[in-house]
C-alpha cells in the first residue's frame, strides 16, 4: 500500500478542484430553473416530522449541501457505472481527498491507466463491472423497405450479433405450456423443430381479456403470471429452431410498457445473450410488417385475439426479412476511489475505514429502478450522494481534528466505493485486491442513506460484530442527540457485509427508507441535510474514537454456526450475484430491533406477491427456520434455485400466518 506515513498536510488547490466547487454552487439554481423550491428552504431541511432538528455548524452544512447538490445535479447521470456522469463524481471525489491532503492509497498506476497517479500512488481503482451493451450497427429489412432503428424497432440487449435472411412465423405468445391447468399451448406437440431457418414474430404478456390485461390473473390489477416471463418465450422459440426473433407488444394491451419500446441497454438485464438476433417492434411497424402476409389476411389485432384463445403458427408469407445487428458488450469500467489520512506511531500500520458508495441506478438500469422508469436519471441524492458528502466531510473534520496531534493514532482510509448498487461490486472488489488485508483492518464504518433523517432516528448495524462495540460507541451516539436502534448483524445490502464477510468489524449508518428509494423522485430538495451533517458527525466521533484507543478490536460472528473469518472475501456480503431467485419485497426496515423481515413493498408479479404477501407482514420462519434479520433471510434465499416451494411463516398484525411461496428465477420476473 502506498501510504506515506508522515503526519505533513498539503494545501494546493488545483485549478480543476476550484472549477468543482465553483459549479457546486452553481449545482443549486438547478431546482430553481425547474420551478422547484430552493434548496435553501426545503420542506425536509427546515422542518421534519414537526419537530425542529438541533442546529449544527453553518459551515459544515454549507459544504455537506454543496457536496450532495452536486453529486445529486442530474448532469451526473445518475452516477451509473459505466457512464461519464459516475466518472465524473469519482474524478470529484479524487479532487477533495487530493485538495484535502489525504495520502493516495492504491499502488501507482502506468501513464495512460485509468485514475490519477501522482506522488507514488493513485487515488483510484479501476475494475470492471460486468459489460455494458450497446447497438453500434443494425438493419430491419423488407427487401422493398428498410425499418428505422428507435422508432419502428429497437435491438434488445439479450441480442446476438449477426445477420439472418429468413421468413416470419408468428408464434402468437411463444408459451410452451400456461394456463391456469397448464392446456395453453403456443406450438404443437411432437414437431421437434417447427421454427426451423425462420425469424419467429411473437408477443410479450400472455393472452388477455379485452380490457387488455391478462386472462389468467384473478386480480385486476394488471399484473401478469409467470407465463408472461420473456426469458422463457425466448428460449421455447430458440428451442425450436428460430433463427431470429421479433418481439411485439399486443396491440391494445393496458400494460404502460406497451407503448415504448425497451433500449439495447435496458433490457440487457433481461437474461443472458442469446445466440440469434432479437429485435423489438412497435405494434404499429409490426402491422405494416405483416399485412397481407397471412393467408387470412388478418391483421395483429385479428392475430392477437387468435392467440388468446386457439393458439397456433401461422406461416407469414411474402419476402424474407433480413435482420442484422452488432453488439459491443465492453467491460463497463468504474472505480473505487481512497485516499488516507496517515497515522502515527506503532498504531499507524493498523486501519480504520470510513467508507460510502458514490454510485447510482443512472437512468434505471445498473442496479435496478424500483418503479421501473427506465432511460429517466435517477438523482440519488439520498441514495447515496447523501453519504458520499458524508465521506468528504468526515475526511475533512478528521483531518482537522488530527492535524499536529502528537499521539499514536491509527491511519484512517476514506473509500468512495462505486458499483455497490449492482451487487457490492467496487466493496468487494477492494477487500479480494486492494491494499490492505482484513488483518491490517481495525474496523469499517459505512454510510449509506443518511439524508432522510426523521425524528432523530438513526439505525446503527454491526453492533455486534465486535467484542463490546455496542459500549463502546455508547458515548458518541448519545452526545449526538439521535436515536439509536442497535442491530447486531454484519450484513446487510451494503458495503460494510464485504468487510464483515472478512472478518472485520464493521458498523452501517442509515436513517431509513423512504418512498423515493431507487426513483427518479430520490432529489435534494427531500432531504433532511441537517440531519446528514448530525449523522456524520457522529460517524467522525466514532472514527475518532476506534482511530486513537489504544485497546485492540476483537470480531466477533453474528451468523450462527460460521466464523466471519474464515469466509472467501470474494464471496462477502449477500450481494444478489450469488442469488438466483426473487422473493419479489422490499424491506421496510433494516434494523427495527425486532426478529424477523418487515414488508415495507411488495413488487408486482412476483413470488411473494402471488403468495399473498402484503406491505405491514413480518417474514419470522423459513422452512421451519427462524429469520433471524435480513442478513440472516438473504442467506437463506441464496440457498434456493427457481422452482423451490418454502413455506413462509408470517405475522400479520397479532394473526400467525403461513403461505407457501413458489420462487422465481431473478430473469423470470421480467415480463
Known sequence: MMIDPASHRRARRSVWTVALLASTVSAGNVHAAQGDASPAATPMTTALAGVAAPSVDAALLRLYRSHVEFLANPFLEGRGPGTRGNQIAAEYLEAWMRSGGLRPAFPGQAEGGEGSAKDDGSFRQAFAAGAQARRVDSVLSTGESRLTPDVDYSVLGISASGDVTAPLVFVGYSIGKGGPGGEYASYPEGVEKPLEGKIAVMFRFEPMNEDGKSLWRKASDGAWTTSAAVAEKMRAAISRGAAGIILVSPPGCADPRAKKLDSTEGSARWMRPLDVPVFMMTAESADRLIAGRDAQRRDLMQLRRMADTTPEIVELGGNAVTMSAKIDRSPRTTWNVAGVLPGRGPLAEQYVIVGAHYDHVG????????TDEYGIVHPGADDNASGTAGLLLAADQLSKRLEGSEADRRSIVFIGFSAEEMGLIGSREFVKSGPLSAAQTYAMLNMDMIGRLRDDAIEIAGTGTAEGF????????????????????????????SFYGAGVPVLHV????????????????????EGGVRSTMLVVDIAERLATRPEGLAFASTDRGRRGADRDPAAAGPGMGGVKVRFGISPGNYADGDTGVLVGEVNAGTAAEEAGIKAGDRLVRWNGKEITDIAGWMELLAEHKPGDIVDVGMKRGSEDMMVRVTLKSRDQTQR
Do not use: C, M, W
Not at 364 to 369: I, M, N, Q, R
Not at 479 to 485: E, F
Not at 510 to 529: A, S
Open 363 to 370: 437512468y434505471g438500469y445498473t442496479g435496478g429502478s424500483r
Open 470 to 497: 455496542e459500549d463502546l460507541i455508547r458515548p458518541d451516539v448519545a452526545r449526538s442527540g439521535l436515536k439509536p436502534t442497535f442491530s447486531p448483524g454484519g450484513r446487510g445490502p451494503s458495503d460494510h457485509a
Open 510 to 529: 442509515f436513517t431509513g427508507l423512504h418512498d423515493q428509494y431507487h426513483t427518479p423522485r430520490d432529489t435534494v430538495e427531500t432531504l433532511n441535510l
